[in-house]
């Protein structure tokens, strides 16, 4: 096999169109990272080592037949489901919450697990219903949904719980959930508000409160959303210019390598960076919906519908708790922020559309 039949092979079930959306964005977030770090080039190389190991993540995912990806779903569900209790009931408790588990040789956060698995059950359960879909059946899988989010935020966990919620939320709305029933539910959703407010943790209450006057303690819950607007509203129309980002440099603006990582992009590029950097998450997201616009069965439509989704609430929770419209619920700006373990999940998604798109393009053809 000459260099070009294994280029060819390697790249069978990669999607170029899609490959060079996230390849940009990835680009991106090296050159933002450096000067979020004040260039320390061992948080660059940590942050290619996860590049790696994401995207040989999504080669071995997209080049996974569909039915293979049928066949992961139940196990794949009840094993994190498993872990989950297993968090509930043995899990390390950091920073006054339970979110990992030891397994011996390392410690896993199984709820970053369920990103996938969740909607991956509920699709895998829509397919076998196809034929015979009830509002029975929506039941049963808002059921499915329900039980990891509980699970998740009881750990607690506010800002993963939204994201699973909102992949299942998708999975379900794509499957045709009525809007006379999306109704009802809202409006539950209203009549159980108060209830809910006093299930939430007191640092939870009080980053809600904070959305509406963050001044009211600006030194304390309030100084992550201050110092994120103060950022993306100094970088005026063309931005400071590259590592010349005064609240970045000068220290005052908190988890800037991470959840923050937008109001570095926005201090240094601006307006005119942020309508770029925007175009691409609108490819990426654009091109998601045209491959789930163009799946084959009910599985891989649901599938590729709610991964493409998912990437939008991501982009749209961080850059809205950045910019002061959302709460600030620890979700990184997808495939941007430092860490491994949400490029990994992101990455993974993407597999699956890739997937999705090359298995039924080689059918047809």
């Known amino acids: 096999m000459n260099v070009r039949q294994l280029k060819q092979r390697f790249m069978l079930h990669l999607d170029p169109v899609l490959l060079s959306g996230l390849g940009a964005l990835l680009m991106v977030s090296l050159i933002v990272l450096f000067s979020a770090t004040d260039g320390s080039w061992m948080r660059i190389l940590g942050q290619m080592v996860n590049i790696l190991v994401a995207f040989t993540a999504l080669w071995i995912v997209a080049n996974m037949p569909l039915h293979w990806l049928m066949r992961i779903a139940v196990p794949l569900y009840l094993l994190g489901l498993f872990l989950l209790i297993g968090v509930a009931l043995f899990g390390d408790i950091s920073h006054g919450a339970r979110r990992w588990l030891n397994v011996g040789v390392a410690s896993i956060q199984p709820s970053e697990l369920m990103k996938i698995a969740v909607p991956l ?22 059921i499915l949904l329900l039980i990891p989010v509980a699970l998740i935020v009881r750990q607690p966990d506010l800002g993963t719980s939204i994201l699973i919620a909102a992949s299942g939320f998708y999975v379900l709305f794509l499957a045709g959930l009525s809007w006379r029933l999306m109704g009802a539910l809202f409006i539950g959703a209203l009549v159980s508000a108060p209830f809910a407010w006093s299930m939430l943790h007191d640092y939870q209450r009080h980053r809600v409160m904070m959305l509406f006057d963050p001044s009211q303690d600006a030194l304390g819950k309030g100084y992550h959303t201050i110092q994120g607007m103060i950022a993306v509203g100094s970088g005026g129309f063309f931005g400071k210019g590259y590592m010349d980002g005064t609240q970045t440099h000068l220290d005052f603006l908190p988890e800037r390598s991470t959840d923050f990582i ?14 770029i950097l925007l175009g691409i998450y609108i490819f990426i997201i654009g091109r998601g919906f045209i491959i789930t616009a163009n799946a084959s069965t009910y599985f891989t439509r649901l599938m590729a519908g709610s991964v493409t989704l998912t990437f939008f609430t991501y982009t749209f929770v961080n850059m809205g708790m950045v ?14 922020s430092y860490g491994g373990t949400s490029m990994l999940t992101l990455m993974l ?17």
């Open 121 to 142: 059950m509920m699709a895998w359960y829509f397919e076998k219903n196809e034929a015979t879909l009830t509002w029975r059946n929506h039941f049963i899988a808002a």
């Open 262 to 275: 937008f109001a570095v992009f926005s201090e240094e590029f601006g307006f005119l960076g942020n309508l």
């Open 349 to 365: 998604g993407f597999g699956v559309l890739m997937s999705i798109h090359t298995h039924q393009r080689l059918v047809k053809t």
């Open 323 to 336: 910019t002061g419209i959302l709460p600030v619920v620890g979700v990184p700006l997808p495939l941007l």
